[in-house]
Each structure stands twice: as C-alpha cells, then as structure tokens.
C-alpha cells in the first residue's frame, strides 16, 4: 500500500499518461444542494477514490475554482470530470436519456429507504446526496429507484454528507470487484 506524507499528498498530481491508465467506474454522484464546501471537495476525492465517472453539482452547489473546495480536494477537482446542473431533476433526467439502464439511488432517511447493507446495488448507478439541512429534494427521491440510508445506533440520527456518500460509494464498490 502507497504511504505518503502530508506534504505529497496535498501536491500529487498525475499525468495524462496516469489519468487514461485509470478504468473508470459507471458511477455518477449528484449533489443535490450540498452547501458546504468543505463537503464539495472531499466528495471529489471520494470520486476520485472510486474511480467515478462524473460528479454531477446541482442548484445552490458552488463549483470549483472555489478556495475552500480546491483544498478539501486536495487537487482532485483538475482530474475528477465535473459538470454544473440547475437541479438534480434536470441532470438525473439528461443521465437517463443517455442510459435507461442507469439506477438512481438516493442518500436519505426517508420511510422508503433501505439499510444500505441491504440496498440492490447495480451498474451503471447514480448516487444522489442532498442539502446539509434539509436533504435529498422531494422531487429527486420520487424519481430515485431506491433510497438508502445508515443505520445508526447511537444518540446522533444523522451522518455528515460526505461520509454517508464514502459508506454507500463503496458498500456499492464491494459488490463490484
């Protein structure tokens, strides 16, 4: 396993010859409204992480080049494929057009969601986070084939946005490799 210092892992940078030996993963991640940018940026390294094809910045969602989310990135943002929707609907509706075949799943605590230890996950798939405050819209968890969410045990009902997107992304990864 690669071990590297703060310092190299804040300034790696790959090559293009690094970034087409990469296979990528039919895996879209739409932030619905997700407001903190500290959360837009760390959700570009769990993109890069798995290898994602696109993240997908949704309404209220600032987009790089953006100070805070270039250094909760760390870098990530240059090679990560992004692109800017008026609204989750918009993109989840353009995303399927292009592949019927694409499951959308949503990151909710909702009376329809499923422990994400026992949710069906296929590919190609889009996982959709929402809103700090206020969640996934209601208009997007209508249009989800499926809506996740993780248990918890303790006094706290919720998790941060960003690390309930890294527990689904690879619960979602395992079934892959």
């Known amino acids: 396993m690669l071990k590297l210092k703060a310092k190299e892992l804040r300034t790696t940078i790959p090559s293009e010859r690094q970034l087409k030996k990469i296979k ?105 986070v929402g809103h700090e405050t206020h969640g996934v819209s209601k208009e997007v968890l209508e249009m989800s084939d499926q809506i996740v969410e993780i248990p918890m045990w303790g006094v706290n009902k919720s998790l941060n946005v960003m690390v309930s997107l890294g527990i689904v992304l690879f619960k979602a990864m395992e079934g892959k490799h």
Do not use: M
């Open 24 to 128: 990528k993963n039919p895996i879209y991640i739409i932030l619905d409204n997700v407001l903190d940018t500290y959360n837009v940026g760390a959700i570009f390294r769990l993109a890069d992480a798995v290898a994602a094809e696109k993240v997908i910045l949704c309404g209220e969602t600032e987009t790089p080049p953006h100070t805070r989310i270039k250094k909760a990135s760390i870098n990530t943002t240059e090679w990560v494929a992004w692109q800017y929707a008026p609204s989750a609907k918009e993109a989840i509706a353009k995303l399927k057009i292009k592949n019927e075949k694409l499951k959308i799943i949503a990151i909710e605590q909702d009376e329809k969601s499923v422990p994400c230890d026992k949710a069906d996950y296929g590919f190609p798939i889009a996982l959709v």
